[in-house]
């Protein structure tokens, strides 16, 4: 069974561009959920999809969004970007199970710096 | 203060140590998960706990609900042990968002 897969592994792009990451997740899996992961702020939330619709998302500027599409792969954008994006963007993907989010699958990540 | 604590934020050992890691919350939870991060930044759920213990292998993890309290345990602790382990909680009124620690940077030493 594939495990959940996300593209580009690595990127650069510079200040003001902007950048649209990839995740497919594993076969079967309806929920993909995406973070932030920074040296100084650790793992953050940014948005969870279900079925094409965002069920939640978390603190981040209008300039990060995502959408799904009916195979359920998981797309995130971010616009115009800034030097503090510069970040490991990973993605999970889960059944929904009884407790809403099941056990988490991650993808190897998207290291994104920004110049 | 953090929603999700996790001590220590660093711990180094001898091979073979029995470790444990501590992690705190504050919030109503639904589950508990317990994963881990290698160099490099491929993340492993390694358990999700609602109640109770669950084992696998030489790791250990515990809930206590009314304390608010996990633990995980590696027994014969080895180098390939070697990781950052974060302990995140799924809220109790959000079920779709994960609440994070700041994560425990293992070092088990030949």
């Known amino acids: 069974k594939a495990g959940v897969t996300q593209t580009p592994r690595y990127l650069i792009k510079t200040r003001g561009q902007q950048v649209t990451l990839s995740c497919s997740p594993i076969?079967?899996?309806?929920?993909v959920s995406w973070y932030q992961q920074t040296p100084g702020q650790g793992l953050q939330f940014l948005f969870e999809?279900?079925?094409?619709?965002q069920r939640n998302k978390g603190n981040f500027p209008g300039r990060f969004s995502g959408r799904q599409f009916s195979n359920s792969r998981s797309e995130m954008n971010v616009s115009t970007l800034e030097l503090g994006d510069s970040a490991l963007y990973l993605c999970?993907?889960?059944?929904?199970?009884?407790w809403g989010v099941g056990e988490l699958f991650f993808g190897e990540g998207s290291r994104l710096t920004v110049l | 203060k953090n929603e999700v604590e996790q001590s220590p934020q660093n711990l180094t050992a001898q091979e073979g140590e029995f470790i444990t890691i501590n992690c705190s919350y504050s919030v109503g939870i639904s589950a508990l998960h317990w994963l881990q991060q290698h160099p490099g930044g491929g993340i492993v759920s390694l358990f999700m706990l609602s109640s109770g213990k669950k084992k696998h292998g030489r790791l250990i993890a515990t809930i206590n609900i009314q304390e608010k309290h996990s633990s995980l345990h590696i027994t014969a602790s080895h180098p390939r042990d070697s990781a950052v382990y974060i302990c995140a909680v799924s809220l109790m009124d959000s079920n779709y968002q994960l609440i994070w620690g700041a994560g425990t940077k293992l070092i088990i030493k030949p």
């Open positions: 999970a993907s889960s059944l929904e199970g009884v």
């Open positions: 076969s079967g899996h309806r929920s």
């Open positions: 999809y279900f079925s094409e619709t």
